[in-house]
């Protein structure tokens, strides 16, 4: 497994702002994926991420509205653009490598939207 | 497109009682893995168990085990002796096991999730 931390834990923001949520993990692994939960729903992927490339997004999701970054095989980070109270949501990374067969998360950053 | 469903929206069991959550899933896939997380309030998303299709032996860890139904894609969970600290929501999840490009079959599908209640 891998230990993940995420910053924030939490945050409040207002719309029509911008938040950059970060994700590190401990080893160099191969996939980093950003999931978003609404309240009271399943997880939801929204891109994954890899190192020197474009991060590939799921239909719904477009890098305007989520831009990720993944500069090395540790850290990932995805910015919530132009926020709106739909926005409001626990953010999710994780993270799997080659010939690793679960993901392992991160512990989400709730963000509410005002 | 595959799908996974949780048919069971809340379950609750006793301390000590066992408790099985269900899981079916649709793929055309041969190959696949197939995984049970749990997410306390604390929303730490943990994987509680995994198993591969094509292994016919359902896995086991510790007080949590599966009976995977390949033919009918089935893959429930059952908790014995529930203890207080294993009430949370229960997500099963489904991955290919087939690499695409860009980690894209890596990503995870998941259930809706059933909220499970023990009860002292």
């Known amino acids: 497994s891998a230990v993940i931390s995420q910053k924030p834990s939490r945050d409040i923001c207002q719309r029509g702002t911008s938040l950059t949520i970060q994700c590190q993990v401990d080893s160099q692994v191969t996939m980093m994926f950003w999931y978003r939960q609404q309240p009271g729903q399943s997880l939801t992927l929204i891109a994954t991420?890899?190192?020197?490339?474009?991060?590939?997004?799921e239909s719904g999701f477009v890098i305007d509205k989520f831009p990720i970054s993944r500069p090395n095989l540790t850290f990932s980070t995805l910015t919530v653009s132009n926020m709106s109270p739909e926005d409001s949501s626990i953010y999710l990374c994780s993270v799997a490598a080659l010939r690793m067969e679960a993901q392992y998360f991160g512990p989400g950053t709730r963000l509410t939207v005002t | 497109a595959q799908t996974v469903t949780q048919s069971q929206p809340e379950m609750s069991v006793q301390e000590a009682e066992t408790v099985t959550l269900s899981c079916t899933y649709d793929?055309?896939?041969?190959?696949?893995?197939l995984f049970w997380y749990k997410q306390p309030p604390s929303r730490q998303m943990i994987l509680v168990i995994r198993q591969e299709a094509y292994k016919q032996q359902n896995a086991t860890e510790n007080r949590f085990s599966v009976n995977f139904q390949k033919a009918a894609k089935s893959f429930s969970l059952k908790i014995s002796d529930s203890q207080l600290g294993d009430a949370a929501m229960y997500f099963c999840a489904y991955r290919s096991a087939e690499v695409g490009s860009g980690g894209s079959n890596y990503k995870l599908t998941f259930g809706k999730g059933t909220l499970l209640t023990v009860n002292p």
């Open positions: 793929t055309s896939e041969s190959d696949y893995y």
């Open positions: 991420a890899n190192q020197g490339s474009e991060a590939t997004y």
